[in-house]
């Protein structure tokens, strides 16, 4: 999706919102392959992102990433007492959250 026209400005506030909304229903919430072995090399589970996700704050973002068409922000928060930083798109258009990596710790 190249020059993809952003859905309308999503701020932080309906950012994390969205986010939250979508992680409460598991089934909207989608993690890519690379998130996936980033979550076994640093021992993260998919309950404790769905954690973060559902309860976290926002670190960075929103911003428009016109090559992916998708709003991306890094969602931070306490999962089994670990600090852990989630990146996350929206995508133009679709009711889902993509988990593009995550990390221990609020890098």
């Avoid at 926002?58 to 089994?80: F, H, I, Q, R, T």
């Avoid at 930083?85 to 133009?92: G, L, R």
Wanted: proline share 5%; aromatic share 4%.
């Amino acid at each position: 999706m190249n020059e993809a026209e952003p859905i309308p400005f999503m701020g932080p506030d309906l950012f994390i919102k969205n986010v939250r909304n979508y992680a409460n229903v598991h089934h909207m919430v989608v993690i890519t392959d690379h998130a996936k072995s980033r979550m076994l090399e640093r021992d993260l589970t998919r309950r404790m992102i769905l954690r973060v996700l559902e309860r976290g704050t926002l670190a960075s973002g929103p911003s428009w990433n016109p090559d992916k068409g998708s709003w991306e922000g890094k969602v931070s928060g306490v999962a089994a007492g670990m600090r852990v930083s989630v990146v996350c798109a929206i995508h133009n258009g679709a009711m889902i959250v993509t988990v593009i990596t995550a990390h221990r710790g609020g890098r």
